[in-house]
C-alpha cells in the first residue's frame, strides 16, 4: 500500500465517521424520549473523539492525542451531568404526579 491509498482511506473514514456525527445529530432533535437524546449526545462524543484520534495517525501529531483524551472526560462530564438533571425532573415530575393522584383522591 502506498501513501495515497492511505491517505484515501483515512478520508475514507473521517467522511463516514461525519456522516454517523450528522445522523446522531439528527437522531438527538428528533429524539422521541429524553434518553435517545442523551445516548445520541453520548455517541456524537465518542464520533469525534474517534475523528481526532484518526486525524492525529493521519496527520502524525502526538497533541492531537492529548486533546482527544480532554474531550473524553468533558464528554463524560457532559453525558453525567444531563443524566444527572433529567433523573431530577423525572423525579420532580413523579413527585408532582404522586401528589396530584393524592390530593384527588381526598
Request: glycine share 4%.
Given at each position: 500500500?502506498?501513501?495515497?491509498?492511505?491517505?484515501?482511506?483515512?478520508?475514507?473514514?473521517?467522511?463516514?465517521?461525519?456522516?454517523?456525527?450528522?445522523l446522531c445529530?439528527?437522531?438527538?432533535?428528533?429524539?422521541?424520549?429524553?434518553?435517545?437524546?442523551?445516548?445520541?449526545?453520548?455517541?456524537?462524543?465518542t464520533l469525534?473523539?474517534?475523528?481526532?484520534?484518526?486525524?492525529?495517525?493521519?496527520?502524525?501529531?502526538?497533541?492531537?492525542?492529548?486533546?482527544?483524551?480532554?474531550?473524553?472526560?468533558?464528554?463524560f462530564l457532559?453525558?453525567?451531568?444531563?443524566?444527572?438533571?433529567?433523573?431530577?425532573?423525572?423525579?420532580?415530575?413523579?413527585?408532582?404526579?404522586?401528589?396530584?393522584?393524592?390530593?384527588?383522591?381526598?
Amino acid at each position: 500500500m502506498d501513501l495515497s491509498q492511505v491517505s484515501v482511506f483515512f478520508i475514507a473514514v473521517l467522511l463516514i465517521l461525519a456522516v454517523l456525527v450528522v445522523l446522531c445529530l439528527v437522531r438527538a432533535i428528533i429524539g422521541p424520549r429524553v434518553a435517545d437524546r442523551i445516548v445520541a449526545t453520548n455517541m456524537m462524543g465518542t464520533l469525534v473523539i474517534t475523528i481526532i484520534a484518526v486525524l492525529a495517525v493521519m496527520m502524525g501529531e502526538g497533541y492531537l492525542v492529548d486533546i482527544c483524551l480532554i474531550y473524553a472526560m468533558i464528554s463524560f462530564l457532559a453525558v453525567i451531568v444531563l443524566c444527572k438533571v433529567y433523573m431530577g425532573v423525572y423525579l420532580q415530575r413523579k413527585t408532582e404526579e404522586k401528589e396530584e393522584a393524592e390530593n384527588e383522591r381526598s
